[in-house]
């Protein structure tokens, strides 16, 4: 009957610390391997917390104060009676990834984990036994654990999960397994697209590839048609929605650069600053109702967004994730952006990704996001911050070639003013862009050119 709050490897001890402190653990199960990170940040914890420590020597743990996972499995009873929850019960409480702020908690109840499963199995992955669902994704997040955890066995399929993502591993895994359905990030994809072996592996098992978490570049959609003859199937969720809510395999036909319809069971609707509706075609707030919903953890957390929402006039069930989206008269989604990414230069807002898909076509571009940075004058200009394929050296030509580039598909004022090369661009374990990041270094960065275009 306890609730089960998943707790990310790759977060830094600081957030460790917040999250146990915020969900007041009172157990907190951990790998042997990362033993030591965990007492890194003991000191901060505000609650008594029992640790369970799972591999390791019984020993080299119990000399820590823990508990030996194999140790207490070794003496406990081989007897134990199931404890009866409710549908009403908290049946996990899911991390958002901190892009914007500290990570926040969200609830969601048992209904929502069944009815989330059985939706999106039933309209998107459509598994059945016998079938293996495979991939890479931390379980820490609404993704993975929607992914892994809870979504394949609606269908009664197995999983195959990697602990970490390379891509060899990834391919001899869709091998050895039969693996049918496959799950990763858009640069997952990009990086075994680069394989020069790729051709080595049998991938006849796999019916469907997905992704989602970030955006799917045109390029990268193109190129792995090109190479598998099967499209990459795409959606939108969230943790504060549990998980899915759009997905393209909805619908009579994938619409190009969208993000698909929404799921049976799930409205979405799109609204303006002042809470009218939008247009089609017109950019504005997603708003989602359905059989999940958006509760956070701890109150406070939650009121500073409840007053904001209430303000736009949402009632009755609808949620906003914050997410930018164009909807058009036939219920297809376009992302945009999030809402706090959004750009707003010399009176026109714009939206990051329509740039940004411009941009990632240019050859020398292997990664890349742009910014709003504040200007006298624009208010924000536009900045592409770029990662280079191999080969590629930052330098003035190269910058102007890449806007010019850019010139065919954007309008003058939605072109960016600067181009920043950076060695990589910095991403979230779930693969999302950390843009927050991005402008609060950009006066750090050199390599800085303004594109000059006669």
């Known amino acids: 009957g306890a609730i089960p709050v998943p707790v990310s490897p790759l977060w830094a001890k600081e957030e460790v610390a917040f999250v146990l402190n915020n969900a007041e653990f009172k157990v907190f199960c951990v790998s042997f391997p990362l033993m030591e990170a965990v007492e890194a940040s003991k000191h901060e914890w505000e609650f ?80 059945k036994p016998g079938e293996v669902l495979g991939g890479s994704a931390p379980v820490s997040f609404a993704a993975g654990y929607g992914t892994f955890c809870i979504i394949p066995f609606a269908g009664g ?10 891509p060899d591993d990834m391919m001899a895994t869709i091998q050895k397994h039969k693996v049918n359905v496959v799950t990763g990030l858009p640069t997952a994809y990009r990086k075994l697209l680069e394989m020069p072996n790729f051709d080595d592996y049998d991938l006849s098992s796999v019916r469907m590839y997905t992704t989602g978490g970030d955006a799917l570049t045109g390029k990268t959609l193109s190129q792995w048609m090109a190479k598998t003859g099967k499209p990459i199937w795409e959606g939108l969720g969230g943790t504060e929605m549990m998980h899915l809510v759009t997905s393209t395999a ?10 698909g319809k929404a799921i049976p069971g799930f409205q979405i609707k799109v609204i303006r600053e002042d809470g009218t509706d939008a247009a089609p075609g017109e950019v504005g707030s997603m708003l989602i109702k359905g059989p999940t919903a958006t509760l956070y953890w701890k109150p406070y957390v939650q009121e500073e967004r409840l007053l904001k929402a209430m303000k736009k006039g949402i009632k009755n069930g609808w949620n906003m994730m914050g997410d930018a989206v164009i909807m058009d008269k036939d219920g297809y989604i376009f992302f945009q952006a999030r809402e706090d990414d959004m750009i707003k230069s010399s009176g026109f807002r714009l939206a990051p ?38 080969g590629y050296t930052p330098s003035q030509e190269l910058a102007n070639d890449i806007i010019k580039s850019c010139m065919d598909v954007l309008a003058t004022y939605k072109l960016p003013r600067e181009v920043v090369f950076l060695e990589s661009i910095p991403r979230t374990p779930t693969g999302k862009i950390i843009k927050k990041d991005l402008r609060k270094k950009y006066p750090e960065y050199p390599n800085k050119f303004t594109p000059k275009i006669k």
């Open 353 to 390: 990704t329509e740039i940004e898909d411009a941009i990632i076509r240019h050859p020398a571009v292997r990664d890349d996001a742009v910014v709003g940075i504040p200007d006298e004058i624009l208010g924000q200009k536009v900045v592409a911050m770029v990662e280079l394929e191999p």
């Open 250 to 259: 909805v619908g009579d036909v994938p619409v190009a650069d969208s993000i």
């Open 48 to 127: 008594p917390t029992k640790v369970v420590v799972v591999g390791g020597k019984p020993e080299d743990v119990e000399a820590k104060g823990y508990v030996s996972f194999a140790k207490a499995i070794a003496t406990a009873s081989d007897q134990f009676e199931n404890v009866m929850v409710s549908k009403d019960d908290i049946g996990v409480i899911l991390y958002t990834s901190g892009t914007t702020g500290q990570p926040k908690g969200c609830v969601h109840f048992v209904k929502e984990v069944y009815v989330e499963a059985q939706l999106v199995n039933k309209y998107v992955w459509k598994l």
């Open 157 to 166: 399929a197995a999983i195959s999960l990697l602990p970490k993502f390379t």
